[in-house]
């Protein structure tokens, strides 16, 4: 069983960055795929980035490319989504999730494990 907090949302003006990371125990962590998923309210949970266990896959939102990295420190079992050029659509609770498969998915059910959430919010 794979525990995973999430940190680092905050407030932010357009523009800005943040650096959220996801603190993985209970499992090892380095054996699992790891993603990011965000849920704005009144909307569903969506697809931000995901990064396989080794990190050579990496996958992103188009919303996001270009704009958000994801990374992971299997030797901290933790895993980071760095956002730059904020902007106020951006603004939700993130997510991170973990499941032990090969190739990173896209789709939030085929992930068994989640954190509580972080909020970020990206004023204009």
């Known amino acids: 069983q794979v525990q995973l907090v999430e940190s680092g949302g905050g407030l932010v003006q357009a523009g800005g960055s943040l650096r959220l990371s996801c603190a993985a125990s209970g499992g090892t962590f380095s054996s699992y795929v790891m993603g990011w998923f965000r849920q704005a309210p009144g909307k569903e949970r969506e697809f931000v980035a995901t990064?396989?266990?080794?990190?050579?896959?990496?996958y992103y939102a188009d919303s996001v490319k270009g704009r958000f990295t994801i990374s992971r420190d299997n030797a901290k079992n933790t895993g980071y989504l760095q956002m730059n050029s904020l902007k106020p659509e951006d603004t939700a609770v993130y997510y991170c999730?973990?499941?032990?498969?090969?190739?990173?998915?896209?789709?939030?059910?085929?992930?068994?494990?989640w954190g509580e959430g972080t909020q970020v919010t990206v004023s204009s």
């Open positions: 990064i396989s266990w080794s990190g050579s896959m990496t």
């Open positions: 999730a973990a499941v032990a498969k090969l190739r990173p998915p896209r789709d939030a059910y085929e992930y068994d494990y």
